[in-house]
């Protein structure tokens, strides 16, 4: 069965500092991979997928991500937060060429303070 | 412009009063989603429709019913809501079906409904 694991509830960052969310997945085959955003009373918004090939990959907003294959991680990078980073962050996962659908781990909360 | 069209975005019923939350969306998208996101519970799934006139529960269905009558509509239909159905819905579609085999399945969602029933 596939699942997403986001262990940690709330993510702290001041501004400035490099933010990391993390995600661990598990799925049978390849997995395909994504990163999307919530702000306060809006909808979810595509952020970055990895499907296949680089390893890192880079999406909207200055936001990138790493595939790591051995440690079936996806962990969620950014370099500098900003205080509009602020968001809901769900890490989701499909299993490659299934007919399954997109499961979602249960979301993290960053906070960037100034 | 490209979106997914969710009404009403807040509704405050009662106990056992039908409601319909509509979803529609102009992308000509083969796949349509119905999930409902709690506190502490993340997204789940309540129902899924692969294409017209093909639907499937998903992890939470009871309590829902939905149709897929059209490419681009499908509504959410509470018969008899309870307060435990309480919730934020959202609904998302993604170019990914039958046909979109090499599709990677990236959703696209609407902005919300908030669903009060007291």
């Known amino acids: 069965a596939q699942s997403v694991a986001q262990p940690e509830d709330q993510v702290n960052v001041a501004e400035g500092n490099p933010l990391t969310v993390k995600c661990t997945y598990s799925v049978s085959g390849n997995p395909y991979l994504f990163w999307y955003v919530q702000y306060p009373n809006r909808g979810l918004q595509f952020l970055l997928k990895?499907?296949?090939?680089?390893?890192l990959v880079k999406g909207s907003y200055g936001f990138e991500a790493e595939f790591n294959k051995s440690q079936t991680s996806f962990h969620l990078k950014k370099p500098s937060a900003l205080v509009s980073d602020s968001a809901l962050y769900f890490c989701a996962v499909r299993e490659a060429g299934s007919q399954g659908n997109l499961i979602f781990g249960k979301g993290t909360k960053l906070s960037v303070k100034p | 412009e490209a979106q997914v069209t969710q009404n009403p975005r807040y509704l405050i019923t009662v106990t056992g009063k039908k409601l319909t939350v509509t979803c529609s969306q102009n992308m000509n998208h083969e796949y349509m989603s119905w999930y409902r996101q709690d506190p502490g519970l993340g997204l789940r799934q309540i129902y899924y429709s692969m294409n017209v006139e093909v639907t499937d529960k998903g992890d939470v269905p009871e309590g829902y019913k939905v149709s897929r009558k059209e490419k681009r509509n499908f509504p959410l239909i509470l018969e008899s809501p309870s307060p435990n159905q309480t919730s934020l819905y959202f609904c998302?579609?993604?170019?990914?079906?039958?046909?979109?085999?090499?599709?990677?399945?990236?959703?696209?969602f609407g902005e919300g409904s908030r669903l009060t029933v007291l």
């Open positions: 990895y499907i296949t090939g680089d390893n």
């Open positions: 998302a579609s993604s170019p990914y079906g039958t046909s979109g085999s090499t599709n990677t399945g990236e959703l696209f």
